[in-house]
């Protein structure tokens, strides 16, 4: 089973920038992304196959986020930019043999990194 690694939370202001990394002991079909804020379920964010050819990404963020992938270092990055206090968040990427927006179809998940975005 794959193993991640989430990395490049922290504080940031509004109308910052940040970009989190997913590292991955090995490659999957596809590397999604979600966020859970506080009190809130797991909200998908973005999916990714590996080999980069399809993308989605959820309406809140399409226009701010944007996924890449490092084939080098196994590693999938998410670009956030212009980010908003909403999207204050533990962020966790997560592998799985489908292109999904579930959860439940990912079978490896990462141990989250935190974004606090101030007002």
């Known amino acids: 089973q794959v193993r991640l690694v989430e990395s490049g939370g922290g504080l940031v202001q509004t109308g910052d920038s940040l970009r989190l990394s997913c590292a991955a002991s090995g490659r999957a079909y596809a590397v999604g992304w979600f966020r859970q804020a506080p009190g809130k379920g797991r909200e998908f964010l973005a999916v990714i196959t590996w080999d980069g050819v399809s993308a989605i990404y959820a309406n809140p963020v399409k226009d701010r986020f944007d996924l890449s992938i490092d084939n080098a270092k196994n590693t999938v990055f998410l670009e956030m930019n212009d980010l908003k206090p909403e999207d204050t968040a533990d962020y966790y990427c997560?592998?799985?043999?489908?292109?999904?927006?579930?959860?439940?179809?990912?079978?490896?998940w990462g141990q989250g990194t935190q974004v606090t975005v101030s007002s």
């Open positions: 997560a592998a799985g043999p489908t292109f999904s927006r579930t959860p439940s179809e990912f079978n490896a």
